[in-house]
């Protein structure tokens, strides 16, 4: 017999800092089964916050994962793309975990942090990665999944280090751009990265769970500004910076989406022999910077067209730009038409808008 009773969808999940979003005027949204902010005040201004001076996003909802043992590393090193035996204590590398065809399971950030081996991975990927990880064990490792037992919080922009200067310690001030370390802060450690998803220059903190409405409300008292996942998206956008479910999935590999650079083909990881075959496809359409004419922005889908209409790929992702006042799109085209100023069209909710190909990334912040 069919089942015939309605089930209400699950409620959405919550960080540590659900009830602070609320509190200080958070527009909460569904974003990958957790209810986060969307934005505070506006998506422009604090965009804007974080171009010209700092500001801060919970991302309490990307899954942290700590793997330890004596082959922490050897199974690392088979489930991700990037090369990780010459990774220094403290040094943190952008890979990805590909399925074995080649395609993309997620988008990762691993560390190797003095007392384990660290994995930072998108909310909505959580469960699949540590699944393939367990599917393809390694003997005397563990993982230990600390995200419900701790926050993540960016702190990002030009003016970062003003703000941690009075509560984190100079050596985190002198971490060269991707490097981390552990801060003991009364009694408990504090994971600090030197990463983000802006564009801009800043730390990414994890710090047990109990501490973080004080440490947001900190971060808020020395001049950071409170950001949510719209501004988040338009800073990573500008910043040419791929998003699993946009840019990135199953059925696209890396070299398509201009990731070849965390791809080492010279070790054996899952994927790396259809990856081999799939570096030399000219066939596969390619992941391409858009800007538009007027101030019409397009939205994930749009068709993109030659000049005689035909359509040679589809829109990913697409905003108007706060900080080059104009609207920008990113797009896998078809690659004979990947050329840095071919004029291109968009159909947005059925009107030709005309645009051209743009490298990426759009926006690069000011050397320090």
């Known amino acids: 017999m069919d089942d015939c009773q309605s089930h209400a969808p699950a409620p959405a999940m919550q960080t540590p800092l659900h009830a602070w979003h609320v509190a200080n005027k958070g527009r909460m949204v569904d974003f990958a089964g957790f209810s986060m902010p969307v ?16 500001g801060f996003f919970d991302v309490s909802h990307m899954g942290r994962l700590l793997i ?16 990780l035996s010459d990774l220094a204590v403290g040094q943190v590398r952008y890979g990805l975990v590909c399925n074995e065809q080649g395609g993309v399971i997620d988008d990762v950030l691993v560390t190797r942090w003095p007392d384990a081996w660290g994995l930072v991975v998108n909310a909505s990927n959580h469960e699949a990665v540590v699944a393939w990880m367990m599917a393809h064990p390694v003997a005397d490792t563990t993982i230990e999944d600390v995200t419900s037992s701790t926050v993540m919080l960016a702190l990002q922009g030009p003016e970062w280090w003003r703000v941690v200067q009075s509560f984190l310690p100079e050596s985190i001030l002198a971490l060269p751009y991707y490097r981390g370390a552990i801060v003991a802060k009364d009694g408990t450690k504090w994971r600090i990265s030197r990463t983000g ?19 947001a409300n900190s971060l808020l008292q020395l001049g950071a500004v ?33 990731l070849g650079r965390s791809v080492d083909l010279s070790k054996e990881f899952y994927g790396c022999k ?90 690069k912040r000011q050397a320090r």
């Open 39 to 54: 934005q505070y005040t506006s998506i422009i201004s604090e965009h804007l916050a974080v171009r010209k001076s700092a």
């Open 68 to 83: 330890r043992g004596e082959a922490a590393m050897e199974w690392l090193d088979r489930i991700v793309t990037c090369r």
């Open 197 to 215: 998803y802006t564009g801009e220059y800043g730390v990414e903190i994890v710090a047990p769970a109990a501490v973080g409405e004080a440490l």
């Open 226 to 258: 409170a950001c949510g996942l719209g501004a988040r998206d338009t800073l990573r956008l500008e910043a040419g910076m791929p998003l699993y479910g946009h840019e990135l999935d199953e059925q696209t590999n890396p070299f398509q989406a201009g």
């Open 274 to 363: 259809a990856l081999e075959a799939l570096r030399g496809d000219v066939h596969a359409p390619v992941r391409v910077g858009l800007i538009l004419d007027g101030r019409r922005a397009s939205r994930q889908g749009d068709q993109v067209l030659d000049g005689t209409g035909i359509q040679i790929g589809r829109v990913t992702s697409g905003t108007f730009s706060p900080t080059l006042e104009r609207p920008i799109a990113m797009a896998y085209i078809r690659r004979e038409m990947a050329v840095t100023g071919q004029s291109v069209s968009l159909l947005v909710r059925d009107t030709h808008v005309p645009g051209q190909v743009t490298g990426l990334p759009f926006y």
